[in-house]
C-alpha cells in the first residue's frame, strides 16, 4: 500500500517516464531472450532460471544539501525502490549466486549479460522532486572460429543526481565525470551504444595477440532543464596492435568525432596515436606513444590541435601487486587563446591481499569536457582516488575511500577553478544467499573560485537488497 501511495504521488511526466521506459525495456528483452534462449537450453545448462535473476532495492538515504548549493541548503531524506532483473549466459556462483565475469581468454563464443533497474524516488520534504529513474548496462558478442568477435554494449542512466557518476568501462570505483555538476535539480538521460568488431591474427600468446578492430561510440545526452544543452558525440576509431616477436609490439589508432550540441558550435574531431611496447618478460613491460588531437569547432568556436608524446610501464610485482605508470607532456595550441602545456600523468597501483584489496591512481594533465551538463571544454586537472575493500568475515565487506580532484577550466569565460574532494566509508552484510544489507556515509566539498559554485555535503544511506 505504501508504494502505491507513493506511485501515486508522482507526477504525470513522471508517469509517463516510468512507461516510455517500459517501451523501450520490453522489445530490448524479448529480442535479448530470443537471443539468449537458444544458447541457454544446452543440456550442460541444468536450469534455464539459473540465467535470470530478478532482484529489488530498498533504500533510505539523508542528504543535508540536495541541490549541491553554497547558500540557502534544503536536506531531505530520500527514498528510492529499485525494482531490477539480470540475464545473463554467463554462469553463477553455486555458492554465492552471482554471475561470474570471465577472463577474455575464457570467454564464452557467444553471449548475453543484461542488468537493468528503474529507481523510483520519493523525496519526504520535496515531493516535487521525486521522479522515475533508470540504470541499464548491457554486454554481448558472438566470436566466430576463436578470431572474429562482433560485440555490443549499451551503457543508460536517467538520473537528477547533480553529480554524475563514471560508468564507463575501466572507471574507477567513486569516480565522477569531470564537470557534470549542475547546479539545478533537473533529469537528465544519457545512453551510450558501442557496437565493435575485433580480428586476432598470427601468434597466439597468453599476454599479447596481434588483431585489428573497430569501434565505434555513439553518446546521447539530454537534459530536461533548459540551463544546460542537449549534445550527441558519434565517434568511430579502428586500432592495430601487431607484434613481430614475443618482445615489440606496435599500436596504431585513428579517431573521427563528431560533436553535435543544442547551442554550443558544432565539433568536427580527429585523432592519431602510434605506440610502440617492448615486453621484457610476461610480468614487465614498457612502452612509448605519440598522440595527436585536432579540434575544429564551427564559427564562432576556438579551434585547437594538442600534442602529447608520453611513456610508461606496466609491472606485476608480484601475483597480487601489480602497477600501471603513464607519464609525458601535452601542449594545447588553440588559434586566438593562449597555449596551455604540463605534465600528464595516469598511475594506477593495485595490491590484492587475501582479505585486502587496496587501490590507489592518479591521474592528471587535461580532459575535454563535452557532452556533460555544463560542457566547459578543454579543461586542465589533477585527481587521486585511494580505496581500501575489506572482508573481515565472509559474509561482511568494510571499505573506505577518499577522492580529491582539481579542475581549471581554461575555455570558460569566468575562468573557473574547483577543488573537489569526497570521503566516504561503507559495509555491507549478507544476511543470506538472497538478501544483503549495507551502509554508507560521505561527506563531499567544492572549494571554487566562483562563490556560486560552492558547497558541503553529508550523506547517509542504508539500502537492502533482496535477489532471487
Known amino acids: ?12 511526466l513522471d508517469k509517463l517516464n516510468l512507461l516510455n521506459t517500459l517501451n523501450w525495456m520490453l522489445p530490448v528483452c524479448i529480442i535479448l531472450t530470443t537471443v539468449a534462449l537458444p544458447s541457454l537450453a544446452y543440456p550442460e545448462c541444468d536450469d534455464l532460471f539459473s540465467h535470470v535473476q530478478p532482484y529489488i532495492t530498498l533504500q533510505e538515504e539523508y542528504t543535508s544539501n540536495v541541490d549541491l548549493t553554497p547558500t540557502n541548503e534544503r536536506d531531505d531524506f530520500i527514498t528510492t525502490i529499485s525494482p531490477g532483473f539480470r540475464i545473463s549466459t554467463l554462469k553463477r556462483s553455486s555458492t554465492t549466486g552471482d554471475f561470474r565475469t570471465p577472463s577474455i581468454s575464457e570467454e564464452e563464443k557467444y553471449g548475453v549479460d543484461l542488468d537493468v533497474q528503474v529507481p523510483i524516488v520519493f523525496y519526504a520534504k520535496n515531493t516535487y522532486d521525486d521522479y522515475i ?13 576463436r578470431r572474429l568477435t562482433f560485440r555490443v554494449r549499451d551503457y543508460a542512466i536517467r538520473s537528477e543526481e547533480p553529480r554524475e557518476q563514471d560508468y564507463a568501462v575501466g572507471a574507477l570505483p567513486g569516480e565522477y565525470i569531470l564537470g557534470s555538476e549542475q547546479q539545478e535539480r533537473a533529469a537528465y538521460f544519457r545512453n551510450v551504444f558501442q ?33 544546460y544543452q542537449d549534445s550527441t558525440e558519434n565517434y568511430i576509431s579502428p586500432r592495430l596492435d601487431y607484434w613481430f616477436d614475443i618482445r615489440n609490439g606496435i599500436s596504431l589508432e585513428y579517431g573521427y568525432l563528431l ?22 618478460n610476461p610480468r614487465t613491460s614498457v612502452f612509448a606513444d605519440f598522440t595527436y588531437f585536432i579540434r ?70 587535461y580532459t575535454e569536457d563535452f557532452f556533460t551538463a ?40 569566468g575562468d573557473q577553478k574547483d577543488w573537489i574532494w569526497r570521503v566516504w566509508a561503507d559495509a555491507s552484510y549478507e544476511l543470506s544467499r538472497w538478501l544483503t544489507a549495507s551502509l554508507v556515509g560521505s561527506y563531499s566539498e567544492d572549494d571554487s573560485n566562483i562563490d556560486a559554485n560552492d558547497y558541503t555535503e553529508y550523506r547517509g544511506m542504508f539500502e537492502i537488497s533482496a535477489r532471487y
Open 374 to 413: 555544463e560542457n566547459l571544454g578543454f579543461t586542465l586537472y589533477h585527481r587521486g582516488i585511494g580505496t581500501v575493500t575489506h572482508r573481515p568475515l565472509e559474509r561482511m565487506t568494510v571499505g573506505l575511500s577518499g577522492s580529491l580532484e582539481h579542475a581549471d577550466y581554461v575555455s570558460d569565460p
Open 1 to 12: 500500500m505504501e508504494m502505491i501511495r507513493k506511485f501515486s504521488r508522482l507526477n504525470r
Open 259 to 280: 560533436g553535435d550540441f543544442e547551442t554550443d558550435p558544432d565539433l568536427t574531431g580527429q585523432m592519431i596515436m602510434g605506440r610502440y611496447t617492448y615486453r621484457f
Open 296 to 365: 575544429d569547432f564551427d564559427f564562432p568556436g576556438d579551434d585547437y590541435d594538442i600534442y602529447q608524446p608520453t611513456a610508461g610501464f606496466e609491472y606485476e610485482f608480484s601475483r597480487t601487486l601489480n602497477a600501471r605508470v603513464q607519464v609525458g607532456y601535452f601542449l594545447a595550441d588553440p588559434q586566438r587563446a593562449s597555449k596551455e602545456d604540463g605534465l600528464v600523468y595516469d598511475i594506477l597501483i593495485r595490491q590484492l591481499a587475501e582479505r585486502t584489496t587496496y587501490t590507489l591512481a592518479f591521474q592528471g594533465g
Open 195 to 227: 557496437p565493435s568488431a575485433e580480428y586476432r591474427f598470427g601468434r597466439e600468446g597468453e599476454d599479447q595477440v596481434s588483431l585489428i578492430s573497430l569501434n565505434y561510440i555513439n553518446n546521447i545526452y539530454r537534459n530536461e532543464s533548459d540551463l
Open 133 to 145: 529513474g533508470l540504470l541499464g548496462n548491457l554486454d554481448t558478442w558472438y566470436t566466430f572460429d
